[in-house]
């Protein structure tokens, strides 16, 4: 079945900088790629997703890139704040049947 | 703004007892899911359903029973619990199109002692 691998645990930045995160997805047939993030003692909450009709979708300060042939996939944050820290998910989907495969979660601090 | 409501939000029980997590959603969504979250694991699923009456097993589907009785309700049962399954359970819902975003609810952290 789909396994999808988060590279980051844990990213540090200062506020105002750049973060990347990358996930990679083993199954060629997933079509949808969302992301989701989680607050401090929160539950999760949806924020930007991709579909494989396209490479490249943003959102105000979130980008997602997409790279098919390579099966990775990244969310891109510019200029990031302290409300920025919490613990970002990725996960895909579309493999057929009702399952959606989340990767282990990134943690990223943005510190002042 | 799609809801999904959890109960209990937090649960002791004791090795051996039977736990039940209820879950509830008012979006209609026809798919519905239960996850653990554990530290380095990330969301695994246990189990989800794909409307009234189904219940499918997910990646780590053992020790876990499911239950759809309505569109609405999910629920999660634990016959014996035992302390491996403390943890942070969530419930999420989503529409029939599996490529659709998810709506999730605020957790249950389950110890299990």
């Known amino acids: 079945g789909e396994k999808v691998e988060q590279h980051e645990s844990t990213l540090s930045v200062r506020e105002g900088d750049s973060a990347v995160i990358n996930c990679t997805y083993t199954d060629t047939a997933s079509s949808y790629f969302p992301w989701y993030k989680q607050e401090a003692g929160k539950s999760l909450h949806f924020v930007i997703d991709?579909?494989?009709?396209?490479d490249r979708k943003q959102s105000q300060r979130l980008t997602v890139l997409l790279d098919k042939k390579a099966k990775r996939f990244s969310l891109h944050i510019t200029a990031t704040q302290p409300e920025d820290s919490a613990i970002y998910f990725c996960?895909?989907?579309?493999?057929?049947?009702?399952?959606?495969?989340f990767g282990s979660g990134t943690r990223l601090l943005v510190s002042p | 703004e799609a809801a999904v409501t959890q109960s209990p939000r937090n649960k002791v029980a004791v090795t051996g007892g039977k736990v039940t997590l209820s879950c509830n959603q008012t979006?209609?969504?026809?798919?519905m899911y239960w996850y653990r979250q554990d530290t380095g694991h990330g969301l695994r699923l246990i189990h989800y359903s794909y409307g009234a009456g189904s219940t499918e097993k997910g990646d780590i589907p053992d020790g876990y029973k499911a239950s759809r009785p309505s569109q609405e309700n999910f629920s999660l049962i634990l016959e014996l619990a035992t302390p491996s399954q403390t943890s942070v359970y969530f419930c999420?819902?989503?529409?029939?199109?599996?490529?659709?975003?998810?709506?999730f609810g605020h957790g249950t952290k389950l110890s299990v002692l």
């Open positions: 999420a819902s989503g529409g029939r199109d599996i490529n659709e975003r998810l709506f």
């Open positions: 979006n209609n969504h026809n798919n």
């Open positions: 996960a895909a989907s579309g493999t057929g049947g009702y399952k959606v495969v």
């Open positions: 991709i579909r494989s009709n396209v």
